[in-house]
């Protein structure tokens, strides 16, 4: 559910990528609920609309949902294409589509390495170029949001694809926040910790005591929900987070404070 409407982005235009459930989901309905015309994709077209039209059933901003597989450009040029003819421009661009594959380094496929790396990575370059060159065009500044994880700050086993990959996002949102400094577009990451998602909830049935191992390691004593991640977005995509840029912002609730 998304927290209470603070009007913090009122008529800007945002597209969500992998905004179908999630923390992606409630970013979209966070900043729809916050006055923003959101554009919600995800790989399959039904659950992207069915997002949409929950926005609008709410009575907030138009909304629109899309099909994208951020591994195909004319999949990415169509959804911005779309959404300029829409409407007229694009604010806030949010790169929450990933995938996690784990195996130790010795034993990683090196297709499972290539496919999440043109998920996590080139998914999100490709994005932000089409982003950047709208943002730049149109004259207005912008927004652009990575959903890293914490997993680039500290990570453990069979993360080596997965860890590395959201490490890439922190030095290639400074070099945004660098070349779109000058055209008034920030760009900032967003680091979770272990967050209560469908996926997690996966982890939590497979892995005995991983939850209690979680909780004993978070300083606050609970694991944090995808409204705790959304609200970091919504101040950084806001005028609340205007001089924040090439920074990246650890939601964990303490478990990586000192990471």
């Given amino acids: 559910m998304a927290s209470h409407a603070l009007n913090l982005l009122p008529g800007r235009v945002a597209l969500i990528t992998g ?4 923390i992606g989901r409630a970013i979209a309905e966070t ?3 916050n006055g923003a015309h959101v554009v919600v994709t995800g790989t399959h077209p039904g659950p992207a609309q069915e997002v949409a039209d929950l926005i609008q059933r709410r009575g907030w901003p138009d909304a629109l949902g899309l099909p994208l597989d951020v591994r195909d450009p004319v999949q990415i040029e169509h959804v ?3 959404t300029m003819v829409r409407f007229g421009r694009i604010d806030i661009l949010v790169n929450n589509a990933g995938v996690h594959t784990g195996y130790p380094v010795a034993e990683f496929p090196l297709e499972a390495w290539r496919d999440l790396y043109r998920i996590n990575v080139e998914g999100v370059f490709l994005c932000s170029q089409a982003a950047m060159r709208a943002m730049m065009a149109h004259g207005a500044g912008g927004v652009i949001l990575h959903m890293s ?3 680039a700050r500290a990570s453990g086993t069979k993360q080596a694809a997965y860890a590395s990959s959201k490490a890439a996002l922190l030095a290639f949102s400074r070099v945004l926040a660098v070349e779109g400094g000058p055209y008034g577009i920030r760009s900032n990451c967003i680091l979770p910790g272990a967050t209560e998602t469908d996926m997690l909830e996966g982890v939590f049935a497979t892995i005995p005591g991983i939850r209690e191992e979680l ?5 606050l004593g609970k694991l944090g929900n ?7 977005a919504l101040f950084l995509a806001s005028d609340l987070g205007r001089h924040v840029t090439g920074e990246y912002v ?3 609730g303490g478990e990586f404070m000192n990471a």
């Fill in 31 to 33: 900043f729809a609920a």
């Fill in 19 to 22: 905004g179908t459930r999630g």
């Fill in 215 to 219: 909780l004993g390691r978070t300083v």
């Fill in 250 to 252: 650890v939601v964990s």
């Fill in 80 to 82: 911005f294409t779309t």
């Fill in 226 to 232: 995808v409204q705790d991640q959304a609200n970091v």
């Fill in 149 to 151: 994880s914490a997993a």
